[in-house]
């Protein structure tokens, strides 16, 4: 009689186990951000670049699409590589703008020291108010 307790009692304990694992959530909800106005999206394409851009940033995105053409092989010596596809630059109209993006929420958390994504080839820049 007592070796059958013993392993009823371990049976139930692995059981309870699994099942305590099963609860553990591994999904994080709640990583979106407050959009308080909807962005119309336009581009300009250049050789290298896609810049979007909306109401109000016209100006610097074609600011922006000279300097970077003109720029281009230095920033390729820099990194160390040419991308194969144009880069994707989303140029925000203020920072307020730019707090509003829902791009990248979902990946892992950055680090104190920083991370670089060289896969997804693309870069948010808000404008300040000076160039």
Known sequence: MYPKTIFLTFVLLVLGW???????SRDHFGKNRIQYKNFDWRFYSSDNFDIYFYEGGQENALVAAKYLEKEFERITDIIGYAPYAKTKIFLYNSV???QQSNVGVSEHLVTVSGQTNFVKSQVEIAYPGTM
């Open 96 to 98: 307020k703008d730019l």
């Open 18 to 24: 699994q099942q305590s694992l099963a609860q553990v």
